[in-house]
């Protein structure tokens, strides 16, 4: 720590604080990630060093750069590059309600698409896409930062982080307890999307409860016909219930309003460098059986349990389906099964087995004694009834016609 001087705390999340330095070498101005990493295992820490070192990797115009990373008094310090125009977040919230073009949406979204790819194609999951954590450089652009920090956290910090921090980007399949891939980072990125369409969180309520439900739901408040058609049904693919529905970032990027739009930010070599990739993907491919995607490093069933938590019901099954499910339930038990008396006998002595046999049938007896009088009961009842309504009716009739009967 003694390379920088710290100028002040901008931050604090669940995982540790945000510093501003200035380095003592180059005087330039830096962000430094604190990490307390002496609570974690070793085994842990060790991923969490590793996690730094694919961090330290990337290296994207559309990324926050990564600069070192050292470890000091059971704490692991990540030092980035800062970014002077501060966040998308703060950008959104400083416009009071005036929207921002589509040209302006629209730049911004490749920009962060494009980051998000350099991602993927590594087999990286962001995990924490937010408005938050997309930063604006002194010249306007965009980059993607935290990157990597959610994976360096053990996943006891993440779950505190999911139920602490933001919980506006949770996708469906993270309510439902199901694995983080990489359409739940193209969900999120569907959230910033909106949000920069609308100044607003697509799924927002009162409380955790409701926010689960309308996440499961997939129900949003409709972006303003404003903006072209193109935009918006895009937003209903990121923000499709079913991961497997949602694009991959690459074919985002893909999408000709889109792709228009990437040579502003990459120069030609970046972008042949970039989508060599796609390109190769692209390629017609022998049958086999699909990859198996992503799968993130920490155990995806660690994640929280948003919705049982909340006390949501993780599956809104069909009424079909559920029709089907209690047509499927065996009937009800009612009285002790014959079998089950019938293993009782067969412990049983002769004698035991006869009055076994005689307690049966008194029971019996009285059973349809019992219904017998029921029914007896029943019957006068009804009767009755019958009788006292034949009455009303008369009275009634003769009421009606002066009470003079002839
Ligand atoms: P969180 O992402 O949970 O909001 P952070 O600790 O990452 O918390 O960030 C705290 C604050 O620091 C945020 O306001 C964020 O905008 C700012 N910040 C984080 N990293 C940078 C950076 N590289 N450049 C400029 N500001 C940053
Ligand atoms: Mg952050």
Redesign the pocket.
């Known amino acids: 720590m003694d390379k920088y001087e710290k100028v002040k705390k ?4 669940s995982f540790g ?2 510093i501003l330095v200035k380095s003592k070498e180059d005087g330039r101005p830096y ?1 430094i ?1 604190e990490i307390g990493i002496s609570g974690m295992p070793s085994k842990e820490r060790q991923e969490s060093r590793k996690e730094v070192a694919v961090l330290a990797k990337m290296s994207h115009p559309n990324i ?1 750069q990564y600069k070192e990373s050292f470890e000091e008094a059971g704490s692991l310090y990540i030092v ?4 002077e125009g ?2 998308l977040f ?1 950008k959104i919230n400083s416009q009071k309600g005036v929207l921002f073009s589509e040209e302006q949406i629209l730049d911004w979204f490749v920009q962060i698409c494009l980051a998000l790819k350099h991602v993927h194609d590594r087999k990286i999951l962001h995990r ?1 896409i937010k408005s ?2 997309i ?1 604006l450089t002194k010249d306007g652009t965009i980059q993607l ?2 990157f990597g920090i959610a994976r360096v956290l053990n996943s006891t910090v993440e779950l505190a982080r999911t139920c602490i ?1 933001t919980p506006y980007y949770l996708s469906p399949e993270i309510c439902e307890n199901k694995p983080y891939n990489n359409k739940s980072d193209i969900w999120a990125l569907g959230c910033v999307l909106y949000e920069m369409c609308t100044l607003k969180h697509a799924f927002e309520a009162g409380n955790m409860k409701n926010l689960v439900l309308k996440i499961i739901r997939g129900s949003y408040p409709p972006v303003s016909v404003h903006y072209s058609h193109e935009l918006r049904s895009l937003l209903a693919q990121l923000f499709k219930r079913n991961p497997r529905e949602r694009p991959s970032v690459s074919s985002i990027l893909d999408k000709s309003f889109l792709s228009c739009r990437i040579e502003r930010f990459l120069t030609p070599q970046l972008i042949a460098q970039e989508f060599r990739h796609t390109f190769l993907h692209k390629q017609p491919k022998i049958a086999k059986r699909p990859a198996p995607g992503f799968i993130p490093l920490t155990p995806a069933q660690k994640i929280t349990k948003p919705a049982t938590k909340y006390g949501v019901p993780l599956t809104v099954r069909k009424v079909s389906d559920a029709a089907r499910k209690s047509a499927e339930r065996k009937p009800a038990v009612k009285h002790k099964p014959v079998s089950s008396l019938l293993t009782v006998m067969m412990g049983c002595s002769e004698k035991k087995r006869m009055e076994l046999i005689e307690k049966e049938r008194k029971q019996r007896e009285q059973m349809f004694l019992l219904k017998a009088e029921q029914m007896k009961r029943y019957e006068k009842e009804k009767i009755n009834r019958i009788n006292q309504a034949r009455e009303q009716g008369w009275k009634h009739v003769l009421s009606s016609s002066g009470g003079v009967v002839k």
């Open positions: 901008i931050g604090e999340g604080k945000a962000v990630k926050v980035m590059d800062y970014c501060g966040d703060k924490d938050q954590n930063f930062g935290d921090g």
